[in-house]
């Protein structure tokens, strides 16, 4: 039983140098309670999963039982695979994006996280409507 089952998104658009990141959160029996989704520019694909993945936790209570779903690798992997412990006692030498990296680091004690890689574009309704804002936050004009 989880607090919150959550999904999160990111996106890039290279031909108008702009990402977009988005979370679908809901409750133990996803249903949909919350939506957030940000355009950035002059970003990356990576940085926008690594986005979603820290405003998902910046969005729910802390001390939450929630069970994060992404079909990104890039994020899982160093969590699941304890790369993410070694790059701290390195101090992220030679990572990209040690600083949305650190921040993981911050937020993750604070939660009791299970992790759900889920293939992208496939048949989960939930991770699609993730994509799908992601993907519109991508493409909305910013003013930034």
């Known amino acids: 039983m989880y607090d919150y089952i959550i999904y999160t998104d990111g996106s890039y658009k290279s031909?108008?140098?702009?990402?977009?990141?988005s979370v679908v959160i809901c409750n133990n029996n996803e249903e949909v309670i919350k939506t957030i989704f940000k355009g950035v520019k002059n970003t990356t694909n990576n940085r926008m999963e690594l986005s979603g993945f820290i405003s998902a936790l910046e969005n729910i209570p802390k001390?939450?039982?929630?069970?994060?779903?992404?079909?990104?690798?890039?994020?899982?992997?160093?969590?699941?695979?304890?790369?993410l412990d070694k790059w701290i006692k390195e101090d992220f030498k030679?990572?990209?994006?040690?600083?949305?990296?650190?921040?993981?680091?911050?937020?993750?004690?604070?939660?009791n996280i299970e992790l759900e890689w889920v293939k992208g574009h496939e048949d989960s309704k939930l991770n699609n409507l993730a994509d799908m804002l992601a993907q519109h936050a991508g493409e909305v004009d910013l003013d930034n």
């Open 94 to 111: 030679d990572k990209k994006n040690p600083d949305l990296w650190k921040k993981v680091a911050e937020l993750l004690p604070n939660y």
């Open 63 to 83: 001390g939450s039982k929630v069970k994060i779903i992404s079909d990104s690798e890039y994020v899982l992997n160093p969590l699941t695979k304890g790369w």
């Open 15 to 21: 031909s108008r140098k702009q990402g977009g990141y």
